[in-house]
């Protein structure tokens, strides 16, 4: 028969804080645990969230289409292995841009995003690194909500825009 076996209180105290993020009524929340006290507070958008913003922020803009077109990749998200294997096989790359914005002559802006402080990853790190290397312009955009990853991407389109038509002049 086995005994009954249990674990003496601790004399220690843990004040590890944990954090969750889960989603209350539709909205994306953060739950923040310490010494035994709960906080909650909106979470950070996700990148794709971001990208998202700034599309159709760039879309609305009466230069697109007339001065720049644009197309985005999702790279980081979710796939099978067999739907991996396929995307690698067909040119899918490893820390390309997430945004790719095509001027008059020639020209092309990339857009990578990140939400916050978020780090580039190795593969970001070499892939940016080659494309500078070729002379294409790399601008990594970094905010915590949506409105500011729109604005940050019309401005920094419409200035390389500005500087296009200075060139083309």
Known sequence: ???????????????????????INGAR?????????????????????????????????????????????????KRGPRAQAQAIATGMTSGEPDLRIYGEYGRLLMIENKVGQGRLSPAQKD??????????????IRATTTTEAAEQAVTAVLEWLAQEKGKAA
């Open 127 to 140: 892939r940016h690194a080659a494309l500078q290397r070729l002379g294409y312009t790399v601008l990594v």
């Open 1 to 23: 028969m086995a005994r009954n076996r249990t674990r003496a209180p601790s004399s220690t105290t843990t004040t590890a804080t944990k954090t969750q993020t889960v989603r």
């Open 29 to 77: 929340v953060k739950i923040t645990t310490k010494a035994g006290k709960v906080t909650t507070k909106p979470a950070l958008p996700l990148e794709w969230e971001l990208q998202a913003a700034q599309v159709a922020s760039l879309r609305r803009l009466p230069q697109y289409q007339r001065q720049f077109l644009l197309a985005g990749d999702m790279n980081a998200s």
